[in-house]
């Protein structure tokens, strides 16, 4: 079930520490459709970013460095469970690359599977005025918080709608640009999909999101951990153990090709193997002034 959508994809909307403080002037539902708006309006104008991207799960650890181009974003892995990749994960990585960069229907599956999740964000940002309802909670760091739950008076038609109705937590909107900063959400009782025989999401399990704002009007994901219960078809559970932290945002030009981002994150890379030559060369306190190395080469 794609885990909820990238974990309901509303985890994709959230993140970090908020502006300033402010006594709240709206009714909390009022505020939530302004945040709302905002948000779907400021990203259908949004930048575009390079960072790197490390995601924890059971299986592993993997570091990635990405680029947002006008054809979807674009990602190299750097390295796995910490450590360099092997000369063969190596070319299993360039040719994954290659396939995508000389493949039209590897390209168009790709874009394909980023507007879908594009749309399945707005389809769950425009729940979230109608499927909770809220009060006020305090302010924090320049924050309002709000706590949430589920709104009996709205009826849920739709999976993410369900998913939504057997939810509460706590939200913090960025007090002055009225935009999310932070989501905690918990599952408070089991959501079953064709009366339990499709699947079954189990309660007890959360999320936290949290975002960063990186210009006047972009807000970005700093991290994301999801840990739920799920059911396949009655026979197998399984738990969904996801944590994924970003950061290094850099701004990039806008529109650019999947080839150019690539090659893009290839200028970088060259750069910081260059920069690693010079300090194995330079010692410090050899009185060179060089930039930090990325986390990427540290790691």
Not at 287 to 298: K, M, T
């Amino acid at each position: 079930m794609r885990v909820f959508w990238m974990a309901l994809a509303v985890l994709a909307i959230t993140q970090g520490k908020c502006g300033v403080s402010a006594e709240p002037s709206l009714p909390p539902g009022q505020l939530v459709r302004e945040v709302v708006y905002n948000e779907q309006n400021d990203h259908a104008r949004h930048g575009y970013w390079r960072y790197w991207v490390e995601r924890r799960s059971p299986a592993g650890t993997r570091f990635e460095e990405q680029v947002e181009t006008g054809e979807g974003p674009v990602a190299r892995l750097e390295l796995a469970n910490g450590q360099p990749l092997t000369p063969v994960a190596q070319q299993q990585e360039q040719a994954r690359l290659e396939k995508l960069l000389t493949s039209r229907d590897e390209q168009a599956r790709q874009l394909r599977q980023y507007d879908e999740d594009e749309e399945r964000i707005g389809r769950i940002l425009a729940l979230l005025p109608t499927a909770f309802l809220y009060q006020y909670d305090g302010e924090e760091n320049g924050c309002y918080r709000l706590r949430f739950w589920p709104n009996p008076a709205d009826n849920a038609h739709t999976i993410e709608a369900r998913i939504f109705h057997s939810m509460s937590g706590t939200l913090w909107v960025d007090a002055r640009s009225k935009r999310l900063a932070r989501l905690e959400g918990r599952i408070g009782e089991n959501v079953d999909f064709g009366f339990g025989i499709l699947g079954r999401l189990y309660k007890g399990g959360w999320f936290r999101l949290v975002r960063v704002q990186v210009s006047p009007t972009d807000w970005k994901t700093e991290s994301l951990e999801v840990h739920m219960n799920i059911r396949a078809l009655l026979v197998k559970t399984f738990a969904r153990e996801t944590s994924e932290t970003r950061g290094g945002f850099v701004s990039v030009p806008a529109g650019m090709s999947l080839r150019q981002g690539l090659a893009l994150l290839d200028r970088q890379q060259a750069e910081i193997e260059a920069q690693v030559m010079d300090r194995q060369q330079h010692p410090a306190g050899a009185g060179l002034s060089l930039a930090p190395v990325p986390l990427a080469v540290r790691r």
